[in-house]
């Protein structure tokens, strides 16, 4: 029985097991394959030559500090922002912000993950003062913050340079920067679903910035919307290029678009579904394969479940999202998965997998190994030792609730060109 069922892939194959650069063409082949286990397998070699049998995950807790977006009426894939005025929109006050990172006080955190919206009114002296207070309260944890939308936007409404914004980020404490924002670089896919946010040459120069400044950062791509298989490739070979001359990312995260609660899936006709496990993990092997470059690739379960994303450690992924404790960004777009894992979950998911766990922090520096490691899971031998301070139950009270929007109306007055049906999308 042969072992590549798509012959297209037999040269790449070779390709691999030299450990040569892919092209463009290359990584349009395999995007357009259905050879799923090939991909895979390649995807798993690559993988193990760079990190063994290790998988990462860091104790984390996403903090979203505001929904208010002046591009709300714009970003159609996003159901998270709000208008000032609207029903749902929130802005935290620093001690609220404060309150919800000690609401998570018993789970090991070791990073902040502050992402939120493009807020017209909240000035960096806000994010800063956010920024300081969460280091002084929490000096053991890093602090990931800020996708680069979010800087330009500062750095637009403090008349300061991209620059400038940066070093004060990082003076506050900022260890790294998250990777949202990118969504597709495509001009016209970003038309369509992003037609008022940074461009992706901009996005590109503000981790360029960021990177020479020795700040690192996550690179994303979001997919599963409009966008054609020829965007997705020259997206991954933008982050290559980038990646070629600065080496400042750490990390690649495909992120699965969810169309509940917003217009684009509306328009669509897409409400209720999701993308396809096998666009899910063809989107991490392709990205280890076409990112020769990136250390890790991580997979992001609050999106694809945490099923697929331990599938995804034999599909050439290394890094899985960690704890989380709450995330609004996807659970109000469809995410019909747990706000949270447990460490010890996180743990076991890994170890289920046949990995190794390694529990990093924001710089992909060791923090524990698992090797006499016994699960505090209720499950577990009485008297083993296990992991302190495992949370039993999420966190509680009006912080930790979610208001979804009111069902989307699909633009009567802008008609979305879709530009492909991609595959999944059925
Ligand atoms: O840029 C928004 C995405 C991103 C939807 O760096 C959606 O470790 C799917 O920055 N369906 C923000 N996705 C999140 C982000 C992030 C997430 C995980 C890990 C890291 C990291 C960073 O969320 C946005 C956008 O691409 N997003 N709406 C939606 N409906």
Redesign the pocket.
């Known amino acids: 029985m042969p072992l590549i069922t798509d012959p297209a892939l037999g040269p790449i194959g070779e390709k691999v097991s030299r450990n040569e650069r892919l092209t463009r063409d290359d990584a349009l082949v395999l995007f357009n394959s259905s050879d799923l286990l090939t991909i895979g397998r390649l995807a798993d070699v690559a993988n193990r030559r760079a990190n063994g049998d290790r998988v990462y995950f860091a104790a984390n807790q996403h903090i979203n500090p505001t929904n208010v977006c002046v591009l709300r009426n714009t970003c159609v ?4 922002a709000r208008m000032p005025q609207e029903a749902g929109a929130y802005t935290r006050s620093l001690e609220e912000v404060f309150a919800e990172a000690d609401a998570a006080r018993d789970n090991p955190t070791r990073e902040f ?1 502050i ?1 939120g919206g493009l807020h017209p009114k909240l000035r960096l002296a806000y994010y800063l003062d956010m920024f300081r207070g969460l280091q002084a309260r929490h000096p053991g944890v890093h602090i ?1 913050a800020l ?1 680069a939308v979010e800087v330009a936007h500062l750095a637009r409404l403090e008349r300061m340079s991209v620059r400038d914004v940066l070093i004060a980020l990082r003076d506050a404490g900022v260890t790294s920067l ?6 597709v670089f495509s001009p016209a896919a970003r038309a369509t679903i992003a037609d008022k946010k940074l461009s992706g040459e901009e996005w590109l120069a503000v981790h360029r910035e960021a990177h020479r400044l020795g700040i690192p950062s ?1 690179c ?1 791509m ?1 997919y599963g919307h409009v966008e054609t298989m020829a965007d997705r490739v020259d997206h991954l070979l933008a982050l290559r290029a980038l990646q070629d001359e600065t080496s400042g990312f750490l ?1 690649y ?1 495909p ?5 509940d609660h ?1 217009e684009l899936g509306e328009a669509l006709g897409r409400t209720g579904t999701a993308t396809t496990g096998c666009d899910d993990l063809k989107n991490i092997a392709v990205g280890r394969l076409v990112l020769d470059n990136i250390p890790h690739v ?1 997979t ?1 379960w609050p ?1 694809v479940t945490p099923f697929i994303s331990q599938v995804a450690l034999t599909f050439g992924c290394d890094d899985l ?1 960690g704890t989380v404790v709450f995330e609004r ?2 659970h109000e ?1 469809g995410a019909g998965t747990p706000m949270w894992l447990g460490y010890d979950q996180v743990v076991s998911l890994i170890r289920g997998a046949g990995k190794q766990p390694v529990e990093r922090d924001s710089l992909y520096r060791t923090v524990r190994t698992f090797k006499d490691w016994a699960s505090t899971d209720p499950g577990r031998k009485p008297g083993v030792p296990g992991v302190p301070g495992v949370r039993p139950q999420g966190p509680e009270g009006p912080t930790f609730q979610i208001s979804h929007r009111p069902r989307a109306r699909a633009r009567g007055q802008r008609e979305l060109p879709v530009l492909s049906a991609v595959d999944g999308a059925e």
């Open positions: 894939f996003c159901s998270f993950h992402v990931k996708t998250p990777g949202g924002g990118a969504e996550n994303t979001l990390t995260i992120l699965a678009y969810h169309p917003n991580k992001h999106m999202e960004v996807y777009a």
